[in-house]
């Protein structure tokens, strides 16, 4: 039998037979839950955990996930006899961190909760939002704000924790420029000068806190705004005629 033949046969036809097989049963009434976790991005068939070790409610079971959920086994794949649960699919925390159904022991007519959470790993980089179009006023004094920076990280924790820095690039006049590390804010550092370069770049790095660490970089351009700040290059050799 192919593995979609299994998972289609698990698909209760109704919830009828989950209330007679309780019925059919009189110690239903307790309740019994085996929770377990898994690290996201594992590959395919990883052993998540057994039923029967968490509950001690011995099987073969009957599953019964929400009808609504076809995600669920897709996603999971569970031996109704044995109660071992493996992972039907790479998982993927951001895309889905949690699943549950119900497993009725059609032995002992026991319902376990079954539930799965799926743990973050640092496996997004940080992403920057929005465009930065900043413009300056050339001769703004040291520690000018000049423009806020905002990135955000698809994972939790430390993994979406960000620092930001400024990456070295003297020829573009990076230097000019400090930025806070854990709010983005970009501050001028020196007396910036149009004459030098009207459109210095910075090169900002946005670093996650993970294990490994993920990080993505972006250049933005700062346009300086003139500041009358030269006396006209003809000033020294002009003099007006002397009518006498
Ligand atoms: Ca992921
Ligand atoms: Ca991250
Ligand atoms: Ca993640």
């Not at 590959?43 to 996930?65: D, K, W």
């Not at 079954?114 to 973050?120: E, G």
């Not at 920076?149 to 930001?164: K, P, S």
């Amino acid at each position: 039998m192919s593995r979609r033949n299994s998972r289609t046969d698990m698909v209760p036809p109704c919830t009828f037979l989950v209330c007679l097989l309780l019925l059919l049963h009189p110690a239903n009434s307790q309740s019994h839950e085996a929770t377990f976790q898994t690290e996201e991005g594992q590959a395919e068939g990883t052993y998540i955990g057994n039923i029967v070790e968490a509950s001690g409610i011995t099987g073969p079971f009957y599953l019964s996930p929400d009808p609504s959920d076809t995600q669920l086994l897709q996603h999971l794949s569970i031996d109704e006899h044995t109660g071992v649960i493996r992972s039907g699919l790479s998982l993927d925390r951001e895309t889905r961190d949690f699943y549950e159904l119900l497993a009725v022991s059609t032995s002992q007519g026991q319902v376990v909760t079954v539930k799965v959470q799926v743990t973050d790993i640092n496996d997004n980089a940080p992403e920057f939002v929005g465009s930065y179009t900043p413009s300056l006023t050339e001769a703004a004094p040291i520690g000018t704000s000049v423009f806020q920076l905002t990135a955000q990280d698809r994972d939790i924790g430390v993994n979406a924790e960000i620092t930001f820095s400024i990456l070295s690039t003297p020829g573009t006049h990076s230097d000019w420029f400090n930025v806070d590390p854990a709010s983005g804010l970009i501050m001028t550092r020196v007396i910036v000068d149009r004459e030098i370069d009207p459109s210095p770049r910075i090169t900002i790095d946005a670093t996650d806190h993970g294990t490994p660490a993920m990080s993505t970089t972006i250049q933005v351009t700062v346009t300086l705004l003139d500041f009358n700040d030269n006396e006209p290059l003809d000033q020294v050799f002009y003099s007006p005629l002397c009518v006498c």
